[in-house]
Each structure stands twice: as C-alpha cells, then as structure tokens.
C-alpha cells in the first residue's frame, strides 16, 4: 500500500467526523423558528387552561363554603352572615364565622364574601384585580343551591 493510499484512508474517516460535529446556523434558526411557533400557538391555551383551573377551584371553595353554611343553619337556625363572618374561626354556630383565612381563596386568585339575613345568604367570589382572573366574572352561590358566573349558571 503506498503512502498517499494510506494518507487518504485515514483522512476521510476524520473528515466524516468533523462535518458531523455540530449543527449548523441555519438548523438552529430553524429549531428557534419552531419552537417559537409552537409557544405562540400553545401559551395562550395555557393561559385560558390556568383561568379555568382556578375558576374551578373556587367554584369548588364555594360549595364547601355553602356546605359550612348547612351545618351552621342545623345547629343554630340561623346562618353565619354578619360583617367579618368569612374569616372569623368556624365554630359551627351562627355567631362564629366560616374560617376563610385572609378571605381569599387558595391561590389568591378570588376574594370571597357573604351577604344574606338569618334564613339566606349568598357567597360571591370575586376575581382579584391584577390576576388573569380580573375578567373573569363573580360566582355566586345562594342557600337554594343557585349558582352563577356572571350571567351564566355553573
């Protein structure tokens, strides 16, 4: 075998190599175009999903709300609805309050409240100003089970 014979030979494996060692300007480009595609079509839905989520959630505070509000009614004939009720300590009486902490729901996202006389109440949630909930509409819940987000029922 000749010497330029043997030169080529091991000059080709490592000229292979060296064109496969990286990714090229132009299919990173690409990638980053793709991936920004992908985020522009994916992020809003992402965010409608979040909305939804906590709307859910608070839907959900709101009839374990209502429910405390049954087992106060049971044990007193009278419902918790007096100024300050929503964050004072539960005591199953219509004197005590419904232990809200901070008057919020879990994640923040909804201010809660109560209005009503002894034999009523209604429980709104409130979405909380700089939230993606703002837009979002109250939800309500009254002592016949009536529910409603803005003008529509849940």
Not at 66 to 74: P, T
Not at 90 to 95: A, D, I, K, W
Request: net charge positive; hydrophobic share 40%; glycine share 10%.
């Amino acid at each position: 075998m000749s010497t330029s014979a043997a030169t080529t030979m091991t000059m080709e494996p490592g000229i292979a190599r060296s064109r496969h060692r990286g990714f090229t300007l132009i299919e990173l480009l690409i990638a980053l175009a793709i991936v920004a595609i992908l985020v522009r079509i994916a992020f809003p839905s992402y965010q409608a999903y979040i909305v939804r989520s906590s709307r859910q959630a608070a839907q959900s505070e709101l009839v374990a709300l209502a429910n405390a509000q049954e087992r106060i009614f049971l044990n007193s004939n009278a419902y918790s609805v007096a100024s300050g009720s929503m964050t004072a300590a539960y005591t199953g009486q219509s004197g005590g309050g419904l232990g809200v902490t901070g008057g919020k729901s879990k994640d923040q996202r909804y201010t809660f409240s109560v209005a009503g006389t002894a034999t009523t109440f209604t429980l709104t949630a409130t979405p909380v100003t700089g939230t993606p909930q703002a837009g979002d509409g109250n939800l309500t819940i009254t002592e016949t089970g009536q529910r409603t987000w803005g003008s529509k029922t849940w």
